[in-house]
Nanobody
């Protein structure tokens, strides 16, 4: 059984930083890409970032480009999302997700495994 557990969410002021972590268990970590999604109140879940198995390829949604960085540690079976220069519009529940593919995917339809989510709140 594949399990994804996120941590690192919290409340931060505008301009601040947070680092989210997601630990995967239940399947090999190295062969697969990983992704982060978020869902703001009253909105649909949206893609944030994804990373290839080696970490050599990353993709970001335009609104976080240059502010967020996705990375992974294949020894610790962990994917990270470093979030800098946070804005109130970044407030959402952030989900870690894993597809059964090595290709980097931006659509959630390709992701089979999901964490429970971690709340990020950015205050003014």
């Amino acid at each position: 059984q594949v399990k994804l557990v996120e941590s690192g969410g919290g409340v931060v002021q505008t301009g601040g930083s947070l680092r989210l972590s997601c630990v995967q268990s239940g399947r090999f970590f190295t062969p697969y890409s990983m992704g982060w999604f978020r869902q703001a109140p009253g909105k649909e879940r949206e893609f944030v970032a994804a990373i290839s198995p080696s970490g050599g390829t990353t993709k970001y949604t335009e609104s976080v480009q240059g502010r967020f960085t996705i990375s992974r540690d294949n020894v610790k079976n962990t994917v990270y999302l470093q979030m800098d220069s946070l804005k109130p519009e970044d407030t959402a529940v952030y989900y870690c997700a894993g597809p059964p593919y090595s290709d980097v995917k931006v659509s959630e339809k390709y992701y089979d495994y999901w964490g429970q989510g971690t709340q990020v709140t950015v205050t003014t």
